[in-house]
């Protein structure tokens, strides 16, 4: 099994995966107002490299859904503790972030709020004006989303410290490093901790592979956990199975 893979980014896969999530969970929210509950939202990022999936996840609540802080919690699982670590840090290396600003995966004001500056106040062209990556070295996460964040050391072949009642997974770009019994015994945990109108994001190279002249090839052995416990929502989203849960 390969652990060495810990490819991530700043809102990987924007905007594409996180449009959808927004458009998906804007819906959900409303859904939830009008009949009266009152809102809540646990997440999860379920191989989490050095946190910037999770980070990315709490600055999208906040940012984009309008949750305040405390209306919700996103937990992140991986399996080597170092990237743990590093995720209990909050912290990433200014380069890392410039590189999803030159990527546009996230606006400027966005990101100066995310990753405040210290101890000077963030300025949103403070970030853009360093192309040398001299100053600052690195940022952090601001506090008030640092606190709504736990990680753990964990394999999700054999699933522990999931949270319930999730609203939005995203096991993104974690599959194809699983056993082909733990792929099905995480999508089946997944599906029985997340809410029945939750969301589940993968990532692009989850089940599929692209060859050498631009042909995708589905990996149906990568795929067939979650075909079965999730339906496909968009092309990176996807919703538990109403048939899978009235089987169980
Ligand atoms: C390619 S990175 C993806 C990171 C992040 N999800 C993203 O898409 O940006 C894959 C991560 O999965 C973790 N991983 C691999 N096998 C795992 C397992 N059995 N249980 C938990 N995490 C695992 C690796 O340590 C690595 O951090």
Redesign the pocket.
Known sequence: ?N?T?????IF?AAPTAWDELDDALDRTIATRQAAGEDIYVNAL?A???RG??AYSLAAFLHEWTRLRPEQFTVTG????PA?VARARTGRVPARDLRDALRNGYVPVDVAARTFPLEPAPATAVSFAADPTGTRPRSVRLAARLRDRLKFHV????HPAHMPDDLTVV?A???WR??TDT?RYVLARELHQRMRPDGLLVI?GADFYDATGDGTVIEKPEWSAGIRRYFEPAGEFLYRPSPTEAARA
């Open positions: 099994m652990h893979d810990a490819t991530t980014a990987r990022s191989g989490c490299s910037y999936e699982i991986d399996v080597d990237l964990g394999d999700l072949n995203f993104a770009n974690v490093h699983l733990g990532g």
